[in-house]
């Protein structure tokens, strides 16, 4: 239904209405809610995709500087055997950043069992993420073009080893507007210790308009740029001068001037957003059962348990793409263990386990792990051979994500590596085919979401990548 | 013949307009080896050409690569890019029985679905397991065809000379009334022929303020616009005209249109954001360029090949040139790519010609042939030939004594560091990651580099050999090219320059910037009407091929193409004859509900279209109004000061090092420093483009975050603060004084009764400043009618 067909009100009356009445939207009924985001005045209104959804929501645990398969998801035998060896020649070719062609063979310390009805095998690092291993498939055979960070993270992230595109984020949004009426569509919530290498580029809208920007939570009190008040002016006082700026708006606008009506929605929505936000971030309404099942108030899991429990909120009010990303700052506060790799995952798994099958859980118990697509990985995995005498370098030609929820088949492994983890040999999946997977399990379609770019119906996936089949 | 002689010996193409057919180009998917391949060889074709030696037939292996690519008496079974050359995939498809493989006789068929899978693994580079087959020397070393472009393929309207129709005569007194230039009679025949009316001429405060935007980007003051509006002669609007284009603030608004579209930054984007700390020298020539009105087509040669065309000492063509190395730059750590990086810098250099001149998408071209438009892969490798000994040139430029000086900073941190190398060298692999932090650590406490033009040479020495690229990947190079302009714009069979051409950058500009080129001047007179208008006549304005959007006034664009060139390449007079025109001085209410019916995108503009103040003009325009606005030119650009959480998202939080004199923190938006990799947050929000790639035309998106940024941010509280103390001081505690000032400052207009009341209403009970918050946030404010 348009806003047209409805000749016993003017399009100015309901735009006030729908958009500007911030009372009065608490109180309008579902249908008119549903109206004013198909209006064509808010790019941000919530769209039906061309197919049928498995996933409303996405949350990407991104594991900064590239965790390593063979100690995680990946057990490789044969590589313990060929410890300190040189790699056979049988097993091909590899560039690396850093490790030598002179290099040995590192085999791995960590032990692996195999959990749940699946019997998946995991390692001893993630004990409780391994519980959840029925709801997790394990994409064992990822690879991606490139083994530095700040052009495979591009990748990861916009499908393209150079930044200036558009993140999956970005894309999501622009495919399907959002939920949420009070707060942004997509979030990063980055790691308090540092950025990354790519910087904030990797999680950009590129050359999509600037209304499918990422809001960056920011470490601290104050997560969301300017929803603070300036210091001195009360939230009444600020709520007269934003109802001054309705009315002198208003005085001046022709009824029929969508543009400037959504400009005024906008202001509503950003004093629905300074309500509403802090409340979202004040996890003390949370029970202390959950605050305990994430880790939160106990070391080392309280950030990135409250940044997942922070996830897990965020979803729930509809919003579509969230990031939690764990690393940041220097290579070895992220999951980059040139050095070490014992210490270096011993602690980053430390921080990321319970959190992480906290997540899982909860969005389980909630009824919410069947729209929300949980997707794990970093933007490649570590080297076989050793850097040092115990770290591992980048390493591209095969790694491990995983997926849960959002219509995914749990319970199952796809792919593989050969058999030291050096390159995926079986169904090797690329980044594209997993941003393929993303978008299907949103109901969008990697051909049709398109945005028309110097010449070119540019889309995430750069050139056709394969949905997942094993999994959906 | 020297090189210029043998380019201007090409002919420009008289091209006949044929009916334009679209290009289907169906996605060939990706063709795996492994996957896809494989199983096919294996079963049709290993057990002759397989690990079997007393099977195997001609010594050929298909299951290894070294040999199913290696030359067999002068064939060879694969070649990679190339299925017509491919020995195996010949005799897959031949019809005569005595070579067909596999033998007629033997109980193996290929299907043709089969036999489609390996041509488009050839075709799409053979990559076998991932890596690419070796490629003979012989093929890398062949030249590339010189190719031929059909009469349908020329067809492309852009790409037909501008034609000369006659301006429309027009026999109502009425219209011949409104008709003030060529321009208005294009606008108004094409508005006839819809059975449309232009609307009526703007009032004069809107005039006003809608021209100072336009052309230097900040409002008219209170007097500026009283100027104006009590000036009652008949020249009155164009004398304003030619004050603004006076103004050096015009160079400061119309450069940042073009530091825009050459995707300016100061820095390098990916991991590292090197700084450039000269490059602010290329902003201040651009600014400087439009402020001269230099030619257009001087403007273009300067940047393109300025250092070829310079002495020692004429640092505006040195710094003109560093054009060439705007765009981003990957440095990694480790085991460098070389030949990856390079390739990266010349797809750069190559990709802006033709997105900021020429208007064409001739990036498309580097992977494959164009999908859309006539421009063969072989011919983008041609345009990037002409870069091929372009390397980075930093210009030194200062005095011995200073470099004493400065020698003996560098040298007490070099001492630090020497030992830490020396350790380094000897360091066991455990010991290095620390080493090498504390060397970096160092590095950033070196002073800043001396002053030096960031430009770029030519260097025969370092030549890059440049190879059409399978699928645009720099490891499977494949026949070699030479120099030479856009194929299609050529005869077939034109020639490639000589390699050792002398100055080919200003070459490849002396082509575009030749009057015939059918491109350059639309497009560049397509962009100026962008600018004025908000929508290009050609609304694609980088993309005139078969994929962008048809002229909506093909005719008009054709004239003020041809009025371009014939005035000298003058941006000023376009601007003159466009300012000047009865089009554009017309209202933007839209009042017309046949107009708004018939033609709701005003395409064929029977109204001027509204404008939302771009970042910059938002930023600059707090600052005016507020009285701070520090408007010094030019000079190393500014560091504002951010969120310390903004900092710390930065890689290298040490670069961001907040300017010490406070006074520069309001200076005009251009001098702020464009930092690939730290968007300041108030201008990227408000749709700032992100510095990575050419931006035609800024987006005017409408969102919350907008209004957050003007209600609580920094800047807009900060500025409040001080309108409200300029309201005080100018109108002493006259509150409707003080109502009215804030209208004709932030609005250009006085308050209507409505207004003045609500407003006055508000200041019964709440501060000044909250007014001034308000008024910051107004559609008046942030709309240009």
Request: aromatic share 20%; glycine share 0%; charged share 0%.
């Given at each position: 239904m348009t806003l047209d067909s409805r000749p016993t009100r003017n399009r100015r009356e309901f735009l006030t209405d729908a958009f500007c009445g911030f009372g009065s939207l608490a109180f309008a009924s579902l249908l008119a809610q549903q109206q004013a985001r198909a209006s064509v005045t808010n790019p941000l209104a919530a769209k039906t995709p061309p197919k049928a959804a498995r996933a409303k929501s996405v949350i990407f645990l991104f594991m900064a500087g590239g965790p390593s398969h063979m100690e995680t998801f990946d057990p490789k035998p044969l590589l313990n055997k060929l410890h300190g060896q040189k790699r056979p020649a049988s097993f091909g070719e590899a560039k690396y950043?850093?490790?030598?062609?002179n290099a040995k063979l590192l085999g791995t310390k960590r032990t692996f069992a195999r959990y749940g009805q699946s019997g998946i095998e995991v390692s001893d690092l993630f004990p409780l993420t391994a519980a959840c291993v029925d709801d997790l498939a394990v994409l064992r055979s990822c690879h991606g073009d490139m083994v530095v960070h700040s052009a495979a993270q591009y990748q990861l992230f916009t499908g393209r080893v150079v930044p200036g595109f558009p993140s999956m984020g970005s894309w999501a949004v622009y495919g399907l507007g959002t939920e949420s009426d009070a707060l942004p569509a997509y979030v990063v919530l980055p790691d308090p210790k540092g950025a990354l290498e790519a910087g904030l580029p990797m999680y950009g809208n590129g050359f999509l308009p600037a209304v499918y920007q990422p809001t960056m939570f920011r470490p601290g009190a104050r997560p969301v740029l300017n929803l603070e008040l300036p210091p001195g002016v009360s939230a009444a006082g600020r709520r007269k001068t934003i109802d001054l700026v309705r009315s002198l708006n208003q005085a001046q606008m022709a009824p029929e001037d969508g543009e400037l009506a959504a400009r005024i929605g906008a202001y509503d929505l950003a004093f629905k957003m300074q309500t509403e936000a802090p409340r979202l971030f004040d996890l003390s309404n949370e029970p202390k059962e959950t605050l305990a099942l994430y880790g939160i108030g106990q070391q080392p899991t309280d950030d990135y348990g409250r940044r997942c429990l922070l996830a897990r909120r965020l979803v729930e009010k509809g919003v579509r793409f969230a990031c939690v990303v764990s690393g940041g700052g220097p290579g070895t506060l992220q999951w980059d263990a040139h050095d070490d790799i014992e210490e270096n995952h011993l602690r980053m798994s430390g921080h990321t386990d319970r959190p992480v099958a906290a997540l899982l859980q909860d969005l389980k118990r909630r009824g919410l792990l069947d729209t929300t697509l949980v997707v794990w990985g970093g933007e490649f995995g570590r080297s076989p051979e050793s850097q040092g005498s115990k770290g591992r370098d980048h390493h591209n030609l095969g790694f491990t994500m995983w997926m849960a929820g959002g219509g995914i088949k749990g319970g199952r492994v796809v792919g593989a590596t050969d058999e030291i983890g050096l390159r995926a040999v079986d169904k090797p999946y690329h980044f594209r085919d997993v941003h393929t997977t993303i978008l299907n399990q949103l109901g969008l379609d990697q051909d049709l979401l398109t945005y028309l770019h110097q010449g070119r119906k540019e889309r995430l996936t750069e050139v056709q990548g394969k949905v997942i089949q094993e999994i959906i | 013949m020297n090189a210029a002689g043998l380019l201007f010996g090409y002919a420009w193409l008289g091209v006949l307009a044929l009916p334009q057919v679209a290009v289907a180009a169906a996605a060939i998917p990706t063709v795996d080896f492994a996957r896809d391949v494989r199983p096919i060889l294996a079963k049709n074709c290993f057990s002759c050409h397989g690990a079997d030696d007393k099977e195997r037939k001609a010594g050929l292996r298909l299951d290894l690569a070294d040999s199913a690519f290696a030359d067999h008496a002068g064939t060879r079974a694969f070649v990679a890019g190339a299925p017509d050359r491919s020995d195996a995939y010949l005799r897959l498809i031949t019809t005569d029985a005595d070579d067909r493989m596999p033998p007629t006789d033997s109980k193996h068929n290929v299907s043709p679905q089969e036999i489609q899978v390996i041509k488009a693994w050839l075709a799409q580079g053979a990559l076998w397991d991932g890596k690419s087959p070796t490629v003979a020397p012989a093929a890398v070393e062949a030249k590339a065809p010189l190719g031929s472009y059909s009469p349908k393929d020329r067809a492309l309207w852009s790409f037909a000379p501008p034609a000369k129709v006659e301006v429309p005569q027009f026999a109502k007194p009425a219209d011949q009334g409104w008709v003030r230039s060529p321009v208005d009679a294009y606008v108004l025949q094409r508005l006839h022929g819809a059975g449309l009316a232009p609307s009526p001429r703007a009032d004069n405060v809107t005039l006003v303020r809608r021209l100072y935007f336009d052309l230097i980007g900040l409002p008219p003051t209170p007097a500026q616009i009283d100027a104006f509006t009590t000036d009652r002669t008949p020249d009155a609007y164009a004398r304003l005209v030619e004050r603004l284009l006076a103004s050096p603030q015009y160079g400061e608004r119309w450069g940042q249109h073009w530091l825009d579209l050459v995707r300016f930054a100061e820095t390098d984007g990916f991991e590292y954001d090197t700084h450039r700390p000269d490059a602010y020298r290329f902003r201040d020539y651009v600014i400087k360029s439009f402020n001269d009105d230099k030619p257009y087509d001087r403007f273009v040669t300067e940047q393109m090949g300025g250092d070829e065309l310079a002495g020692e000492h004429d640092d505006d063509l040195l710094v003109a040139a560093g054009f060439n190395r705007l765009g981003p730059l990957r440095k990694n750590a480790g085991n460098q790519a070389v030949t990856s990086s390079r390739n990266e810098v010349l797809t750069e250099m190559t990709n802006v010609v033709g997105a900021a001149f020429l208007g064409v998408t001739i990036g498309c071209a580097r992977c494959h042939d164009h999908k859309f438009d006539p421009i063969k892969q072989a011919d983008y490798y041609r345009i990037q030939a002409f870069f091929a000994a372009t390397q980075d040139r930093d210009v030194p430029r200062y005095t011995p004594d200073e470099q004493v000086l400065w020698k003996q900073k560098v040298a007490l941190v070099q001492d630090e560091i020497r030992p830490l190398r020396a350790a380094l060298r000897r360091a066991s692999d455990d010991e290095r990651p620390k080493l090498e932090q504390k060397i970096m650590d160092a590095e950033d406490r070196l002073p800043a580099p001396l002053p030096a033009l960031y430009s770029v040479s030519h260097d025969v020495e370092k030549k890059s050999p440049v190879h059409v690229l399978v699928r645009g990947q720099y490891q499977q190079p494949g026949p070699r090219v030479g120099m030479r302009p856009l194929g299609v714009l050529l005869p077939d069979g034109a020639a490639e320059l000589p390699d050792d051409t002398r100055q080919p950058r200003t070459t490849l500009a002396k082509w575009i910037v030749d009057p015939k080129n059918p491109l350059t001047a639309r497009v560049m007179a397509n962009r100026i009407w962008l600018y004025h208008f908000g929508r290009g006549l050609v609304a694609t304005p980088n993309d005139f091929g078969n994929n962008g959007m048809r002229p909506s006034h093909p005719e008009l664009l054709d004239w003020l193409a041809g009025a371009f060139v014939e005035r000298g390449w003058s941006i000023k007079e376009m601007h003159r004859i466009i300012l000047n025109s009865a089009t554009y001085q017309q209202s933007s209410l839209a009042a017309d509900a046949v107009g708004r019916a018939k033609d709701p995108e005003n395409v064929l503009l029977w109204h001027m279209n509204r404008h939302r103040l771009d970042a910059e003009q938002l930023r600059d325009t707090l600052l005016s109004v507020a009285g701070t606005l520090n408007l010094k030119a030019g000079g190393p650009s500014v560091m504002v000061p951010i969120d310390k959480e903004l900092i710390d998202a930065l890689y290298k939080p040490l670069q961001w090092q907040i300017t010490r004199d406070a006074s520069e923190h309001q200076r005009r938006s251009i001098y702020l420093i464009a930092k690939r990799n730290l968007p300041l947050p108030f201008m990227q929000v408000f749709d700032a483009p992100d510095m990575q790639a050419s931006c035609p035309r800024r987006e005017a998106t409408t969102h919350a975050p907008q209004a957050l940024e003007l209600l609580n941010g920094a800047l807009s509280n900060t500025q409040a603060e001080a309108l409200a103390r300029r309201l005080r001081t100018q109108t002493g505690s006259n509150v409707r004084a003080q109502v009215a000032l804030a209208y004709r400052l932030v609005t250009g207009r006085p308050p209507t009764a409505k207004e003045r009341a609500l407003a006055l209403r508000f200041l019964q009970r709440q501060p000044l400043r909250e007014f001034a918050v308000a008024m910051f946030n107004l559609n008046a404010f942030v709309y240009v009618n």
């Open positions: 950043q850093f490790v030598q062609p | -």
